[in-house]
């Protein structure tokens, strides 16, 4: 039985010509490493400073972790967010549109601030729920919000018979203008 490297950075095991493991199994990251990746992602995403990070990395046994090794982790989970959030909205028409907001506190150049962070949720043809939308601002303005609205429907959103939100007037604005008089608006209460 031998090691065998894999120009591609896979490696397998064989015995005899035969693999005995398939190349998954011996991935360049193991799930142990992906759990790792994901803490760090985590703890970053919810504004855990980069030193904390490196704090909590040492904690769980691991020899630390610098500012540019969390930054090039939590890129990759950029990237990932970015591709959800700008993908074609294809799943339509979507009759029902969910609208919902929420304010957050984040760190942003060295101090805490707060955020609004905006939510669309609709039904896709196949009755199910879909995230079809997500965005961070300053406020809840009727600009942000049509700016938002826009943004859903140069991706595909379509087909929208009755939206569902808050009573906000810059909202009810944003969704007269983008939708028109073709759409309901019903003023759902947070219990």
């Known amino acids: 039985m031998g090691y065998a ?3 591609d950075g896979a490696a397998h095991i064989e015995a005899e010509g035969r693999e005995l493991l398939p190349p998954s199994l011996l991935e360049p990251r193991r799930r142990s490493e992906k759990a790792l990746l994901a803490v760090i992602q985590q703890a970053y995403g919810e504004g855990v400073s980069t030193r904390r990070v490196d ?16 930054s090039r982790i939590c890129r990759g989970l950029d990237e990932v967010v970015e591709k ?10 979507y009759a029902y549109l969910w ?6 506190k984040v760190r942003e ?21 879909e995230s079809v939308g997500l965005d961070v601002g300053t406020s809840e303005d009727g600009a942000f ?12 959103l379509t087909g929208v ?31």
Do not use: M, Y
């Not at 700008?86 to 799943?91: E, H, M, V, Y």
């Not at 919000?145 to 595909?156: E, H, I, K, T």
């Open 5 to 7: 490297g894999r120009h």
């Open 55 to 70: 704090d909590l990395v040492k904690a769980l046994g691991c020899e630390g972790i610098s500012k540019s090794q969390v």
């Open 84 to 93: 959800f959030l700008s993908r074609p909205l294809d799943g339509g028409p």
């Open 99 to 104: 609208l919902d907001a929420l304010t957050q």
């Open 109 to 129: 150049d060295g101090r805490i601030v707060n955020v609004s962070v905006v939510v669309g949720t609709a039904v896709n043809t196949e009755g199910k729920r």
């Open 145 to 156: 919000w049509l700016s938002f609205l826009r943004s859903l429907v140069a991706r595909g």
């Open 161 to 191: 018979a009755l939206v569902i939100s808050d009573a906000h007037q810059g909202l009810r604005d944003a969704i007269a203008t983008v939708f028109g008089g073709a759409c309901g608006s019903a003023a759902a209460r947070t219990l």
